[in-house]
């Protein structure tokens, strides 16, 4: 399985930003889907799930400003981010669980200018 992020770049506080994860597989066989995050000198932190296609879970920081989507008619998965904060610069890396398995993406770059 290969997991593939698109989407991240350089962008002012405030302004939004969609992040892609496209997968190799169907999305349909993976259990979970997320996003996580890695600040420089910080541990890889969750960012937003999605189970089993329809409940998704957000860190506190991320509420109200990122949504998680899935759409497995293109074996994709959106990360939807508004109102960016300094704060949520990052690499960010795509995540697939399918049941005992987990695969990751390489990550992608997400910094925010004050």
């Known amino acids: 399985v290969q997991l593939v992020e698109s989407g991240g770049g350089l962008v002012q506080a405030g302004d939004s930003l969609t992040l892609s994860c496209a997968a190799s597989?169907?999305?349909?066989?993976?259990?979970?889907m997320g996003w996580f995050r890695q600040a420089p000198g910080k541990q890889r932190e969750l960012v937003a799930t999605i189970i089993n296609g329809d409940r998704s879970n957000y860190a506190d920081s991320v509420k109200g400003r990122f949504t998680i989507s899935r759409d497995n008619a293109k074996n994709t998965m959106l990360l939807q981010m508004n109102s960016l904060k300094p704060e949520d610069t990052a690499v960010y890396y795509c995540?697939?669980?399918?049941?005992?398995?987990?695969?990751w993406g390489q990550g992608t770059q997400v910094t925010v200018s004050s």
């Open positions: 995540h697939a669980r399918r049941f005992s398995t987990a695969y």
């Open positions: 597989e169907s999305t349909v066989s993976f259990t979970a």
